[in-house]
């Protein structure tokens, strides 16, 4: 894993707290092309709700949080977050790679299977 100096320049965060408790942090800035950016994927505005072993709201402080979250970094661990009221696991899966070549259609078999007669069933 890349350098945690680098990795803290890299993201921008704020403390969130409900009734003077410490419940998140908020993504306030993040460089495109940056570690965090790379490793996690976060846009602006991300509020990360924690990381696969610990829900940020059990942690004291933003602080603590925020020594979490570069842990999480360091070991290559997940994060819960919330993106426009979705809760997500980032870094996200990647896509599944598409077996339709581009500008072509799934238009039915191909290979040994494609002179097959397709005969409608209703």
């Known amino acids: 894993?890349?350098?945690?100096?680098?990795a803290k320049t890299s993201i921008t965060l704020e403390?969130?707290?409900r009734?003077?408790?410490?419940q998140s942090l908020?993504?306030?800035?993040?460089?495109?092309?940056?570690i965090m950016d790379k490793q996690f994927g976060f846009k602006a505005g991300d509020v990360i709700l924690?990381?696969?072993?610990?829900?940020?709201?059990?942690?004291?402080?933003?602080?603590?949080?925020?020594?979490?979250?570069?842990e999480a970094?360091?070991?290559g661990r997940t994060l819960t977050v919330m993106r426009d009221g979705n809760r997500v696991t980032l870094p996200l899966a990647p896509a599944a790679p598409s077996t339709v070549a581009p500008g072509?259609?799934?238009g039915g078999p191909t290979g040994p299977l494609k002179d097959?007669?397709?005969i409608p069933t209703h």
């Open 15 to 17: 403390p969130l707290s």
């Open 19 to 22: 009734s003077g408790k410490f």
């Open 104 to 106: 072509k259609t799934s």
């Open 73 to 75: 970094h360091a070991r």
């Open 116 to 118: 097959l007669i397709q």
């Open 1 to 6: 894993r890349e350098g945690l100096a680098e």
């Open 26 to 34: 908020l993504v306030k800035d993040i460089v495109p092309g940056g």
């Open 50 to 70: 924690g990381t696969n072993e610990m829900s940020f709201d059990m942690a004291s402080d933003g602080d603590m949080a925020t020594d979490l979250l570069f």
